[in-house]
């Protein structure tokens, strides 16, 4: 064997193929995407028209020749648009994001939170809840499981996560 060969040799044995490395959920949870979107972009259009509205009103206040206006006003509805869209293609990437459950944490989005971290399991129902039949958990400060359909029971399992992670870090205590 040459040189060469030693390396990958010893490169193969050191590096766990990619599904050692990669943790399986535990459970996948879909949001409700007509839920999760029809409120953002409908508060998106509505705040768009009404910023529309007030670049409309200080151009008709400023003594401006037509052909400016008409500039003004065909930027100004460009820009809006271009956010419009931009946030609306965010939202759709977010409502297709799943919140997955590990063993000792629930990945949501991109932030992680560990089930001994967590403070509540209650769900939390508002307006658009009630009028798509979702809930929410407000699970830490600052950080939700939203978008839950009702008919996803998922406060019991995850009150079941929480007292297994809590019970094997204390258990792990007790080893050491």
Do not use: C
Request: aromatic share 12%.
């Amino acid at each position: 064997m040459d040189n060469y060969q030693q390396q990958q040799s010893v490169a193969q044995q050191v590096q766990p193929t990619q599904t050692q490395q990669i943790e399986q959920p535990l459970y996948v949870l879909q949001q409700n995407k007509k839920r999760a979107l029809i409120p953002k972009i409908t508060t998106q259009v509505v705040l768009g028209a009404i910023f529309y509205l007030g670049v409309l009103l200080n151009i008709s206040l400023l003594k401006l020749s037509a052909s400016s206006e008409t500039v003004i006003k065909l930027v100004a509805l460009i820009l809006l648009l271009l956010i419009v869209i931009v946030g609306i293609f965010l939202a759709f990437h977010q409502a297709n994001l799943p919140y997955r459950f590990y063993r000792n944490r629930i990945k949501l989005y991109k932030k992680e939170v560990l089930y001994v971290n967590i403070i509540n399991t209650n769900p939390k129902i508002d307006f658009w809840d009630k009028f798509f039949k979702t809930y929410s958990i407000k699970i830490a400060k600052d950080k939700y499981i939203r978008n839950i359909p009702q008919t996803v029971q998922i406060s019991n399992y995850l009150q079941q996560l929480i007292n297994y992670a809590k019970n094997s870090t204390s258990s792990q205590g007790n080893f050491q």
